[in-house]
């Protein structure tokens, strides 16, 4: 597979000029991400296009960000997803980048009920695309440098056919007189409010709300203290302390001397985190 990999502000900046010189006013888009998997925090990775003739891949590590905000936010622009949502979030949380004149495809998805709605089985569905193999690149670190060739073929599989499903759920959405229902869906995905500080998503786990309050307030606190640890070592949290061993620390099943750190943190942090995580739990009760 053929594609532009744009890796410096010249190239990237010509490849743009190129989209409004040949008059492209729709193009596929997809994201690949860092999400506390390899390292603390999330990150943009790499960013994948297609316009419908050509491919292109955006390298975010090595170009001004703001040349990618330019893309995004121009309205003159149509992006074809397939879920816009965690895309636009990790965009507008890490770089306040609003993504303008989004065609999100799974709305149309969801209004047709099918069995599943990844898109895998949807390209199956409609265009008889067979799924591709994802277990080599679902832990990928796309921070890493260079790229696998494979990895960037495998990234660019989320666009190549995003042009063609379109019609094909279109017309599914149009026999059912669901059209409008559908644009009035993607208007609500694409303009939906992103919460900057959201709740942490085991705060919403049935384990956690079932906790007694004294050790859902330690289980905060130790889960705040690990994080501050995880950012200075740039590891994701659970590389630091994992959320088992936090229920357990929480729930004085854990002593803290029986507490094992993996060999990568160095033992002047480790000491610092029993000592931290000591008077906390000396703190609670």
Same mark, same amino acid.
């Given at each position: ?97 609003? /993504? &303008?004149?989004?065609? %999100? !495809?799974? =709305? #149309? ?9 990844? +898109? ?38 989320? /666009? &190549?056919?995003?042009? %063609? !499903?379109? =019609? #094909? ?9 669901? +059209? ?39 289980? &905060? ?65």
């Amino acid at each position: 597979m053929k594609y532009h990999y744009l890796d410096n502000d010249r190239d990237l900046t010509a490849w743009l000029d190129s989209l409004k010189s040949r008059e492209i006013s729709r193009v596929a888009v997809d994201l690949e991400g860092e999400f506390n998997l390899h390292c603390y925090g999330e990150h943009l990775c790499l960013v994948q296009i297609f316009d419908g003739t050509e491919f292109a891949l955006i390298d975010p590590l090595k170009v001004r960000i703001s040349l990618i905000r330019d893309f995004f936010e121009d309205p003159g622009i149509a992006k074809i997803m397939y879920d816009c949502s965690g895309d636009r979030t990790l965009l507008f949380r890490k770089y306040g980048i609003a /993504v &303008k004149n989004i065609e %999100d !495809l799974l =709305p #149309a998805v969801e209004l047709l009920d099918l069995e599943k709605m990844n +898109l895998g089985f949807v390209l199956s569905h409609f265009l008889g695309v067979e799924p591709k193999a994802k277990k080599k690149f679902q832990r990928y670190n796309w921070l890493r440098r260079p790229i696998q060739s494979d990895a960037l073929e495998y990234a660019l599989e989320d /666009v &190549k056919y995003l042009f %063609d !499903l379109k =019609p #094909a759920l279109l017309k599914e959405v149009t026999a059912l007189n669901l +059209l409008d229902e559908y644009e009035r869906r993607n208007e609500e995905v694409q303009n939906r409010e992103i919460q900057l500080n959201p709740i942490p998503g085991i705060f919403r786990k049935n384990r956690f709300k079932k906790l007694p309050k004294e050790e859902q307030t330690l289980f &905060k606190a130790l889960f705040e203290c690990r994080d501050e640890f995880a950012e200075r070592l740039d590891l994701p949290p659970n590389s630091v302390v994992s959320n088992e061993n936090l229920f357990q620390l929480s729930g004085r099943t854990l002593r803290l001397k029986n507490l094992r750190f993996q060999p990568r943190i160095p033992r002047r942090l480790q000491d610092q985190v029993l000592e931290e995580f000591s008077a906390l739990m000396e703190e609670t009760p």
